[in-house]
């Protein structure tokens, strides 16, 4: 008889809680009609990704997704929110168009899942080398332009657009004063 270990079942379970953060905060920032609450799902949701980054043994990316899109991006969209015009247009949604778009955004999602699956399954993936961190400023630096440079990257493009749609959000609110 095969048992776990209680150590690799409470690390399951940590896992397992941080994946159901991720997609329950992607499915209340996605299915919810207010904005606010939107945004306090991307929250949740980046909150869960951050604890997925730190099981694949990244914690420095795991910070850097809390304190950019936790602690910049969305409260960015918040502020962006707060200086918007409060009277929102009536939408006047067609329901055949609705589902139209919903058809299409589950068969995209359903072609990705589909070729990340293929890709797990049929590579032939290697182990990575454990390498070992002081901590000191140097090695962090060294990783930003070396290691995590792409992701550094990104998620600077990510914050900028950011800015960007609050910039743009908060110009029209003032505009129609």
């Known amino acids: 008889m095969s048992t776990f270990p209680a150590s690799q079942m409470i690390v399951g379970g940590v896992f397992l809680m941080c994946a159901a953060t991720t997609v329950a905060g992607a499915l209340l920032a996605a299915l919810t009609a207010r904005i606010i609450?939107?945004?306090?799902?991307?929250?949740?949701?980046?909150?869960g990704l951050a604890g997925l980054y730190y099981f694949l043994h990244s914690p420095f990316l795991a910070l850097m997704e809390i304190l950019i899109y936790v602690g910049a991006v969305c409260v960015t969209i918040i502020f962006a929110v707060m200086l918007a015009e409060p009277d929102e247009p009536v939408r006047d949604d067609k329901l055949g168009s609705t589902l139209l778009w919903g058809s299409f955004a589950f068969v995209v999602c359903a072609a990705v899942f589909w070729g990340l699956w293929q890709l797990g399954t049929h590579q032939d993936w290697t182990v990575p080398v454990a390498r070992v961190?002081?901590?000191?400023?140097?090695?962090?630096?060294?990783?930003?332009?070396?290691?995590?440079s792409l992701a550094f990257e990104l998620i600077s493009l990510a914050l900028l657009v950011a800015i960007i749609g609050a910039l743009a959000l908060a110009r029209t609110g003032r505009d129609k004063v």
């Open 37 to 47: 609450r939107s945004v306090c799902g991307l929250a949740i949701s980046c909150i």
């Open 133 to 148: 961190s002081d901590g000191s400023i140097q090695a962090i630096g060294k990783s930003l332009l070396t290691t995590y």
